[in-house]
Nanobody, 120 residues
Framework: QVQLVESGGGLVQAGGSLRLSCAAS????????MGWYCQAPGKQRELVAT???????QYADSVKGRFTISRDNAKNTVYLQMNSLKPEDTAVYYCNADIFVTSYSGGWYWGQGTQVTVSS
């Protein structure tokens, strides 16, 4: 059984920073891509950033230059450093990972989400 547990969300003023963490645990053989998605009220869940095992990253245009995704492969953990936060960044942020539980089987897993609220 695999779990993704996020932490680090909260309330911050516009211009402030937050750092989200997501740790994967359980029966893990390997983890491929990891990422962060967000879902604002009344909107669909959308990509924020992803990172491969080798460290290649991609970002949504709206967060480029402000957010940085990183990972610690030894700890099965992915991070999202969020700087210069804006009220429109307010959303529930979800961790996502492509996890192999054996050398040949696995799937995509989601965390439970962590709320980020940016006040103006």
């Amino acid at each position: 059984q695999v779990q993704l547990v996020e932490s680090g969300g909260g309330l911050v003023q516009a211009g402030g920073s937050l750092r989200l963490s997501c740790a994967a645990s359980g029966s893990i053989f390997s983890i491929k891509e990891m990422g962060w998605y967000c879902q604002a009220p009344g909107k669909q869940r959308e990509l924020v950033a992803t990172i491969t095992t080798g460290g290649s990253t991609q970002y949504a245009d709206s967060v480029k230059g402000r957010f940085t995704i990183s990972r610690d492969n030894a700890k099965n953990t992915v991070y999202l450093q969020m700087n210069s936060l804006k009220p429109e960044d307010t959303a529930v942020y979800y961790c996502n990972a492509d996890i192999f539980v054996t050398s040949y089987s696995g799937g995509w897993y989601w965390g439970q989400g962590t709320q980020v609220t940016v006040s103006s």
